[in-house]
Structure formats: structure tokens, C-alpha cells
């Protein structure tokens, strides 16, 4: 059974940063692309980033375009995403997303981020 496992969410003032992780395991299949993803409270579950996991090249939602950087380390099948200039719009549960290669997508368990002075 594949595991998602994020890490690193927590309470950060306006303006700071937290690096989120995300460790697959249990994975007997390739990886085609590894992403994060958000919900607000009250809110829809939105799009922030994703990462091709064969060529590292990147796609990010316009409003963390410049603050959020998503990486990947493939030996280590994890995923993160720096977060910097935080602000308190981007409170909410971050979830870790992997679609396989041949099509099946796979959830974590999300990690709470809190933005708050």
C-alpha cells in the first residue's frame, strides 16, 4: 500500500517561511509527476504546485509564483515545497499528490499551516 507521508507545517509568522516534505513509500511503481495541493477552511481544495519527477520541470498556481518552490529528490522518493513570504491567505491543510505512471493518483494525509501574527 503506496504511503504519503508530509511533514513540516505548523505556526509561522506573516512573512516567514516553513519547507514542507513529503515521503512516498511502499511504491513498486514509477512516478510521473508529484505535486501539493491546498484547502482553506470553508474553501474547495486548490492547486499550488507540481514537479515532473523524470525531468524535475515545474508548474506552480500564478499566486505562488515566486514564493513557493517545489523540489524533489528522487533517491529519496520526497517531495517539498518552500514556502517563503508567507501570508496569512495561505492558512490551510497542505496535501501531498502523486500520479503514478500509468495514471493513478495517490493522496497524503495533509499538514496544517498556519499563518498568523
Known amino acids: 500500500q503506496v504511503q504519503l507521508v508530509e511533514s513540516g507545517g505548523g505556526l509561522v509568522q506573516p512573512g516567514g517561511s516553513l519547507r514542507l516534505s513529503c515521503v512516498v513509500s511502499?511504491?513498486?511503481?514509477?512516478?510521473?509527476?508529484m505535486g501539493w495541493y491546498r484547502q482553506a477552511p470553508g474553501k474547495e481544495r486548490e492547486f499550488v504546485a507540481i514537479?515532473?519527477?523524470?525531468?524535475?520541470?515545474?508548474y506552480y498556481a500564478d499566486s505562488m509564483k515566486g514564493r513557493f518552490t517545489i523540489s524533489r529528490d528522487s533517491a529519496k522518493n520526497t517531495v517539498y515545497l518552500q514556502m517563503n513570504n508567507l501570508k496569512p491567505d495561505d492558512t490551510a491543510v497542505y496535501y501531498c499528490?502523486?500520479?503514478?505512471?500509468?495514471?493513478?493518483?495517490?493522496w497524503g494525509q495533509g499538514t496544517q499551516v498556519t499563518v498568523s501574527s
Open positions: 499528490n502523486l500520479i503514478s505512471s500509468y495514471g493513478r493518483t495517490y
Open positions: 514537479i515532473n519527477w523524470s525531468g524535475g520541470s515545474t
Open positions: 511502499e511504491i513498486i511503481f514509477s512516478i510521473s509527476k
